[in-house]
């Protein structure tokens, strides 16, 4: 007998398209969160994990005790300055930083001293630094216009270590602005013109070696190799001086001409590129005395 089955079909149940947000376990973890939070558990996740900063702070050292570690003797001065100070020869042990190590290796006696003076709160950054040696030596570190630090010397206002150039005159020169006319004028081009009484002594830039000297259209002319790439040369003088000198910032390397106010002319080349003696100058002397002076109150010396 043949059995027939019909299928069966359940009625299809209705779904509804709403979501059913889990209210309590949304409030259980927001309440764990808050916990977390109020009690500090999570910053100590945090300070757990290997993230930048997260190694173990050490304990800021004394700065007499860091004066000493390096060999120092320790001296309060007035406000909130200190002082370390070394007396400096062959055995003495490593120098805190590059530059007292700098002023080491280059005194004059066998024995000199150092004095680093900061603030007591930053031992490691000092605002003057002092080497007795032949003579004394002061050094300030002053910051720039774009915020970085550099040490200029105190008796020039020179950046240190560096170029530190002379007038050849203590005179005028005419200044060269970005809208000089120079018609009728070609030779200021490549060079500056200088002002200056008959007769007058004039003195290299740089101390140097003389490697050119002869004629040139407006009068005698020396040339000197400064080192560093620097070559100068001086025009329309008298000569006083031979190829193969080897001269300072005080010898006298010509005159000149005979008259009541005579021209000269200079030119400074820098890696091989003619550069205007007042940019040339600007960009070694980065005080002058009025800031100098300034500083000098400020720190109290």
Known sequence: MAVEFSEYRCKKKY?????????????????????AFKFGLVDKVVGMLPLPGNDADSLVQPWDEQCRSFGGKDFELKDSLVQCSWIV????PLLPNPFLRYLASIRKLPTAKLHW????????????????DSLVYTYFNIMLEDSSRVWVDASTGCRFPGLCPNLPLDWSNIPISENFDFAGLDRLI???????????????????????????????FVEFDHGNNVVSRISGITLGASVGDTVDVN?????????DSAAFFLSVRRNGLFV???DFYKSCHLA???????????VGF
């Open 15 to 35: 779904k509804s398209k709403r979501r059913n947000i889990p209210v309590f376990r949304l409030l259980v973890f927001f309440t764990c969160v808050f916990l």
């Open 89 to 92: 020869n062959d055995s003495t």
């Open 117 to 132: 003076v900061t603030t007591r709160d930053d031992f490691d950054r000092a605002l003057m630094v002092l080497l007795e």
């Open 190 to 220: 490549s060079e500056d013109e200088f002002l200056g009484p008959g007769e007058a002594p004039l003195h290299p830039i740089l101390p140097g070696v003389v490697v050119a000297a002869g004629k040139d259209s407006v009068g005698s």
């Open 251 to 259: 010898s006298v390397v010509g005159r000149l001409p005979p008259r």
């Open 276 to 278: 205007r003696w007042a």
């Open 288 to 298: 002058d005395s009025v800031e100098i002076a300034k500083f000098r109150s400020q």
